[in-house]
């Protein structure tokens, strides 16, 4: 390799901390995954989203090398070896298991024996988990939160530079589930790329600044969260006069302008895009109309979410 193909294949590095290419893995007659491409940019968090069966579990697996693909690459922080690269991230996949009579700290102890890892990172991890005062509490009196958190502090144990976590917030309570939130956005500020599945998709709307989306074992959306979401037909215009005696006239100017609208209650759901929104309050103003609101209806991921997978 000659210094410019050496310096591209750095760039790349940087560029993705998961690069999947044409990965399938086909069970008997059937492709759990057929043909899945996507990319994970380098410190972003991005969102792993697909109905039940669509080959979620199976990537990551793929990915931790837990199974071996029928075809196809991936390439994890550079390298496309299992054994080089495994060392080098974290991992929860369905539910975290620790001995129930032992402590989380000794439970992390144990395990950071186990893997070769200097103890003293036990009390720091548990602390950023948020588990200090807990730390000497059998872990079998962990609420379903506070275990899920423990299983994040253990696959923090190699301080990873990449972390996949499948269901995260599995089973958590609102609060467990906002605990959750702040931890993984505290783990990507502070420089770690995290690859998360879940099913709650306003929560990893809150979070992800990049989507990958499954159905049927095919990828049918990767990249942006923002751009996916304010690219479908579904967002709208809410304008609302700010006198209840001008809905009719508005109304009536709507249709003569040719809109499709929805009324409620006082307001009216315009279905056009952002790019309306001067043109209504021009034709508000015209027909000497005073707006109250005028503001943009975004579809939520959980909307295009459920346009896209009946597609
Ligand atoms: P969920 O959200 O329900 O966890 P998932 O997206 O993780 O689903 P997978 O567990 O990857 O989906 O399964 C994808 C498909 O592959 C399913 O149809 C599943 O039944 C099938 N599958 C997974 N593992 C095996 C296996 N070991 N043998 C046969 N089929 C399998």
Partial sequence: MNHGESLMVTIAIMKSAISVTGLSKKYAEHFAVENASFEVPTGTICGFIGPNGAGKTTTIRALLGLIKPTSGSLTVLGSQNPHEYLSKIGAMIEGPSFYPLLSGAANLKVLADLGGIESDRVISLLKLVGLEERANSKFKTYSLGMKQRLGIAAALLPDPQL??????????????????????????????????????????????????????????????????????????????????????????????????????????????????????????FENGITLKRISERRATLEETFFEMVSE
């Fill in 163 to 284: 972390l996949i976590l499948d269901e995260p917030t599995n089973g958590l309570d609102p609060n467990g589930i906002l605990e959750m939130r702040n931890l993984i956005k505290k783990l990507a500020s502070g420089g770690k790329t995290i690859f998360v599945s879940s099913h709650l998709l306003a929560e990893l709307e809150a979070i992800c600044d990049n989507v990958v989306m499954i159905k049927d074992g095919k990828i049918i959306y990767s990249g942006s969260t923002k751009e996916l979401v304010s690219n479908r037909e579904s967002n709208g215009i809410f304008i609302e006069p700010e006198y209840a005696v001008d809905l009719n006239k508005l109304v009536k100017a709507l249709e003569n302008a040719g809109f499709n609208f929805k009324i409620e209650k006082l307001e009216i759901e315009v279905y056009a895009d952002s790019t309306a929104a001067p043109h209504l309050n021009r034709l508000a």
